[in-house]
């Protein structure tokens, strides 16, 4: 079997796939903030992983078995599969698909249409190996599409870190809002009790005549009040369960969603914040939106290519014979070699629009990128804003609670002993009680605020 002239055929094939490429050269596009948030520190550091960062034992459980279970992030992890099998079929386009084949042919022709007026009836089998209508990719069109594949699956790995990052960061922002009712919901128990036994003792004191018929009033509304505080937060903490369940993605046991044993689980307040160049660049849905302008970019080479000529080539080599007893016998080699040239003349400006469009999705990409940065520069940039001012306010949050228990105490105390009304020692406990749950729920913003400049600045490694 003669494969000389195929043999030449696949090396002109091989060699032109060295052609030109169409793409234009990728510039980042400059970043449309300043160069330093204003309060940053000057040491610019990698951000801790979240092993690290949060340093609660029972909140590091859930986040690993979140990372495991979760099924958004699992869909996320499909879809890397899923952009990676199609960049492996863009890349198996540069070079040509093999196939082997066997056929056979009958065919009868009537007499009146015979060359020599009489029936007959012949008879093919072909046997070879071969391409067909493959394209040399000459100017780089499919080398272009390949590399918007290569970009949009590069893309997907990004926007899985990113939603990993997020995850974290639900589940750590679920569990604080889990802690904070679930303190809250400790206050007004004890603020329950201690209002319970309040207004037994006035009872029994009016009831003797000691005690007015206003006092006694006054502190059944405020064991009322306790009364639907406390039902309120049972049914925050149940639904703060149930938000944790669904992010963690399996039913928990009853002591991972207990209340921590201390009063204010921890976190670890370093956050480095350095330029913008060092930080934000570590964003994984900043580096996805610039793999989504890469691939925009390629896409206009590729567009740029249609307006050249296409390429193709269709090759066989093998054997043929009407029997097919002697297909494979000697002298029976056959091949085949059929090249061809597209070449556009005129098609009413379609290459030239779908150029157009390239070019445009082009610049939708660098705005998308741009609004990318600048949205995360203000994330950073609130964070850090918030971050000292939180601090000040839980420290003066927790002096106000110390001065408005000693402030409660004097007023039972006065009122106990005849000194002031009830009116007073009520006022002083609904103070206290305010200004305790005030500092749950500062203290949770504080937490929510130190976990919003961990995403925000990239989360960390693993």
Same mark, same amino acid.
């Given at each position: 079997m003669n494969h000389g002239k195929l043999k030449t055929a696949l090396a002109l094939a091989v060699g032109?796939?060295?052609g030109c490429s169409l793409i234009p050269d990728y510039q980042r596009p400059p970043a449309p903030v300043?160069?330093?948030?204003?309060?940053? =520190?000057?040491?610019?550091?990698?951000? +801790?992983?979240?092993?690290?960062?949060?340093?609660d034992d029972q909140l590091k459980g859930l986040i690993g078995e979140a990372l495991a279970n979760n099924r958004d992030l699992r869909v996320s992890l499909l879809n890397i599969?899923?952009?990676?099998?199609?960049?492996?079929?863009?890349?198996?386009?540069?070079? @040509?698909?093999?196939?082997?084949? +066997?056929?056979?042919?009958?065919?009868?022709?009537?007499?009146?249409?015979s060359l020599d007026g009489r029936t007959q009836t012949s008879h093919r089998y072909d046997a070879g190996v071969g391409f067909a209508s493959y394209e040399v990719d000459f100017f780089g069109r499919v080398r272009s599409l390949n590399e918007q594949a290569l970009e949009a699956y590069l893309q997907t790995v990004e926007a899985q870190r990113s939603a990993q990052i997020a995850l974290v960061a639900e589940v750590a922002n679920a569990y604080y809002q889990l802690q904070a009712d679930l303190q809250s919901l400790a206050l007004s128990d004890q603020t329950l009790e201690s209002q319970h036994?309040?207004? +037994?003792?006035?009872?029994?004191?009016?009831?003797?005549?000691?005690a007015t018929e206003l006092d006694l009033s006054q502190a059944e509304s405020t064991v009322r009040s306790a009364q639907a505080s406390?039902?309120?937060?049972?049914?925050?903490?149940?639904?703060?369960? !149930?938000?944790?369940?669904?992010?963690?993605?399996? =039913?928990?046991? @009853?002591?991972?969603?207990? +209340?921590?044993?201390?009063?204010? =689980?921890e976190l670890d307040t370093a956050l480095p914040a350095g330029l913008p160049s060092q930080v934000l660049t570590r964003r994984p849905d900043i580096l996805a939106a610039e793999h989504a302008l890469k691939a925009a970019n390629a896409n206009v080479g590729a567009a740029r290519a249609a307006f050249f000529p296409n390429i193709s080539m269709t090759a066989s080599a093998g054997s043929a014979s009407g029997q097919l007893g002697d297909l494979f016998a000697g002298g029976q080699g056959a091949w085949s070699f059929v090249p061809s040239i597209n070449v556009p003349i005129f098609n009413w400006g379609r290459n030239q629009? !779908?150029?157009?469009?390239?070019?445009?999705?082009?610049?939708?990409?660098?705005?998308?990128?741009?609004?990318?940065?600048?949205?995360?520069?203000?994330? *950073?940039?609130?964070?850090? *804003?918030?971050r000292g001012k939180l601090d000040s306010q839980v420290t003066a949050q927790e002096l106000l609670v110390?001065?408005?228990?000693?402030?409660?105490?004097?007023?039972?105390?006065?009122?106990?002993?005849?000194?002031?009304?009830?009116?007073n020692s009520l006022d002083a406990q609904r103070n206290l009680y305010a200004s305790q749950q005030e500092l749950v729920d500062t203290r949770l913003a504080r937490s929510q605020n130190l976990i919003a400049l961990y995403k925000a600045l990239g989360g960390g490694s693993e």
């Open positions: 032109l796939l060295g300043a160069d330093s948030w204003s309060g940053a =520190p000057a040491d610019a550091q990698a951000v +801790l992983p979240w092993m690290s960062f949060f340093k599969e899923k952009a990676q099998a199609q960049y492996r079929i863009r890349r198996a386009d540069l070079l @040509p698909s093999i196939d082997a084949n +066997l056929s056979g042919t009958h065919q009868r022709t009537p007499a009146d249409l036994q309040s207004y +037994l003792t006035i009872r029994s004191s009016y009831q003797e005549d000691v406390q039902a309120r937060y049972h049914r925050l903490v149940e639904q703060d369960r !149930n938000a944790l369940v669904l992010l963690v993605g399996k =039913p928990l046991a @009853p002591v991972q969603l207990a +209340l921590a044993a201390s009063d204010t =689980p629009a !779908n150029l157009d469009v390239a070019k445009v999705q082009t610049l939708i990409e660098v705005a998308n990128y741009q609004k990318a940065i600048q949205q995360a520069f203000r994330e *950073v940039a609130d964070g850090l *804003v918030a110390k001065a408005n228990a000693r402030s409660h105490d004097l007023a039972r105390l006065r009122y106990e002993t005849g000194v002031d009304t009830y009116l």
